[in-house]
């Protein structure tokens, strides 16, 4: 039909449907990488409306990304996913309540953890519960190393990039709980592979995959050692490939390219 329509519009009625029909509060970041993602660069996507987008090159063939499923099957619509997000917004309205000015008073129907700080959480930890206070801690902290990775990409300080996200899947697991024993294997038996600079799990959690940055020329022996220590450590087959930054989930000549994000807020 020819139809045209803004990326950032298709992404938006794809969440609209995500959570009007399969029932999944999710966030945008899924959408919108598959309709905005650009070949050869990360997309910075900054969660908070008006949704504001940067491209991030990533185009050095001397790293690679080596995606590994650990085929536990998550499901999101469960009570795991909406519980996350509840807890956060309780911590932002805690926030908002305190400091009115804050950036989780934002321009939007449900005040967001985008934009505030640590010392606002922390002023507010007696209004919240405990868990609460975990949550939001993560997605406050995982902000700022976003940022803190895009700049490390960007100087192609790959060793910094690695600790982030090494640093990103321990406040996943500790803060935020959305990790599995299978997913923090995988990222055990990464780290221990020369040529490794960090991995950490990817999506929403509960099982599915990890990502890991690795010198190109290790990503095979890391997929074999991947394959390999996680059988004999679980008992259950992973399923490996590299992959790069891509225009969103397309089958191009039996490569699967995806595109790659990362996002701000929650």
Avoid at 13 to 40: L, N, T, W, Y
Avoid at 242 to 252: D, E, H, L, M, R
Wanted: glycine residues 8%; contains cysteine; aromatic residues 6%.
């Amino acid at each position: 039909y020819a139809l045209r329509i803004d990326p950032k519009i298709r992404a938006l009625r794809c969440q609209k449907c995500e959570h009007d029909f399969a029932g999944v509060p999710c966030g945008i970041m899924d959408q919108m990488i598959s309709s905005c993602g650009v070949v050869g660069h990360a997309l910075l996507i900054d969660c908070r409306p008006p949704y504001e987008t940067t491209l991030v090159p990533m185009q050095d063939p001397t790293i690679a990304f080596v995606i590994t499923n650990t085929n536990v099957k998550h499901e999101l619509n469960g009570s795991e996913y909406p519980d996350r997000v509840r807890e956060c917004r309780s911590a932002a309205h805690a926030i908002r309540k305190r400091f009115p000015s804050s950036d989780a008073s934002s321009d939007v129907t449900e005040p967001l953890l985008r934009g505030c700080t640590m010392a606002e959480l922390l002023a507010c930890k007696d209004d919240i519960s405990p868990l609460e206070f975990k949550r939001a801690r993560h997605a406050i902290t995982e902000d700022v190393r976003t940022l803190d990775a895009v700049e490390a990409f960007r100087r192609r300080d790959y060793t910094s990039a690695g600790q982030l996200m090494l640093e990103s899947h321990k406040s996943l697991r500790d803060d935020f709980g959305v990790s599995t024993p299978e997913l923090d294997t995988l990222v055990e038996i990464a780290m221990a592979v020369d040529g490794v600079y960090g991995a950490r799990m990817t999506g929403g959690g509960f099982g599915g995959c990890t990502v890991t940055l690795v010198r190109a020329d290790r990503a095979a022996e890391l997929m074999a050692t991947l394959e390999i220590e996680y059988r004999q450590r679980t008992g259950k087959e992973p399923t490996c490939f590299i992959t790069s930054a891509g225009t969103g989930p397309v089958v191009n000549r039996g490569r699967l390219d995806w595109g790659l994000a990362l996002r701000m807020g929650a």
